[in-house]
């Protein structure tokens, strides 16, 4: 059977997985149409039915159809039921004619959503999905396995921009907790030098204050000294 991909959209991918293993479905259809009269409407083909005895051989292929038709259900629906969040479409089946006049689903469809989204966790998580849709019959077929790895590289890809925006972020605030530590270091190393200047000169002042008290003190005591030995001379005298 064919396989199909629907694109929905520019930025919507559909992908059909689908399965009808086992079957030779264009002999399947021919050979089961030769046994169907040329009527132009359902209503004859049921006349035709009921009046035409089934042979062993048309029963047995009867009974392959519908064991057919079962397990292509199952298969379909087992990726509906795993698919949510990204089946677009489906089921749709396939169908041929038994030789008892009834439809039989030979092969069937469902449209799952391959786009790639914008975040990196986005794709992860969608990547996941994709492929728990694609592989959840028990029998997968040759596309489920093909639009399962495209799920795995998506998956694999989110993972590495993930990785690479993790690191760009942790660079940054490296970056920013560097410059911070390095102003912090500027403002110690500046901080002291200024203490120092101060105290230094408040220390130079202080000794030359003391120093010119100093000198005030013994100006004047040798100026109170000289005036006392003038008056005690002059007393003297």
Do not use: C, W
Not at 58 to 82: S, T
């Amino acid at each position: 059977m064919a396989l199909s991909v629907t694109t929905l959209s520019s930025s919507l991918n559909s992908i059909g997985i689908s399965d009808a293993k086992g079957v030779d479905l264009p002999l399947l259809r021919d050979q089961n149409n030769a046994t169907l009269p040329k009527a132009d409407s359902q209503a004859a083909t049921t006349r035709y039915t009921a009046s035409k005895q089934l042979t062993e051989a048309q029963q047995q292929r009867v009974a392959e159809l519908q064991q057919i038709d079962r397990n292509v259900r199952a298969h379909e629906q087992a990726h509906m039921a795993a698919g949510h969040g990204v089946v677009t479409s489906g089921p749709n089946y396939s169908y041929t004619y038994g030789p008892d006049g009834k439809q039989y689903a030979i092969g069937g469809e469902v449209g799952i959503d391959t786009s790639y989204e914008r975040k990196p966790e986005a794709n992860i998580d969608k990547g996941i999905r994709i492929q728990a849709a694609a592989l959840a019959p028990k029998d997968p077929s040759t596309q489920d396995y093909r639009v399962a790895t495209v799920g795995e590289q998506m998956e694999s890809t989110g993972r590495t921009d993930l990785r690479q925006e993790q690191a760009d972020q942790q660079a940054e605030e490296q970056a920013a907790v560097a410059a911070q530590h390095a102003a912090a270091q500027k403002a110690q190393t500046e901080a002291p030098n200024g203490a120092s200047i101060s105290a230094g000169s408040g220390g130079s002042a202080n000794q030359q204050g003391q120093s010119s008290s100093a000198n005030t003190s013994k100006l004047l005591t040798a100026y109170g000294a000289s005036e006392t030995q003038q008056s005690n001379v002059s007393v003297f005298a």
